[in-house]
Nanobody, 115 residues
Framework: VQLVESGGGLVQPGGSLRLSCAAS????????MSWYRQAPGKERELVAT????????GYADFVKGRFTISRDNAKNTVYLQMNSLKPEDTAAYYC?????????WGQGTQVTVSS
């Protein structure tokens, strides 16, 4: 089982990034996918989540209207489009897969928002 995030980097405030998470080793289309983030000294927090078939999604209040989660079950990939980035969005971003009691985590990708 693997979840591999990519797309992080350094971006100026107001900029955009698109994170990707490529999954392998399990039936991707059976799993709810989510993005979490963790800033230094803070707990990991849920950013966005999407149903296994992509029919519904949810967002933390602090990213509503700025971030969009999507998935492509044919490519076993989940995305996080991040617009209007703020310095407080700086964190390591992790994707996760969940189905009942089963769950997997990626290794994370760093997003730094700074001028």
């Amino acid at each position: 089982v693997q979840l591999v995030e990519s797309g992080g980097g350094l971006v100026q405030p107001g900029g955009s990034l698109r994170l990707s998470c490529a999954a392998s080793g399990f039936t991707f289309s059976d799993y709810r996918m989510s993005w979490y983030r963790q800033a230094p000294g803070k707990e990991r927090e849920l950013v966005a989540t999407i149903a296994s078939d992509g029919s519904s999604s949810g967002y933390a209040d602090f990213v509503k209207g700025r971030f969009t989660i999507s998935r492509d079950n044919a490519k076993n990939t989940v995305y996080l489009q991040m617009n209007s980035l703020k310095p407080e969005d700086t964190a390591a971003y992790y994707c996760s897969a969940a189905r009942g009691i089963f769950g997997f985590w990626g290794q994370g990708t760093q997003v730094t928002v700074s001028s």
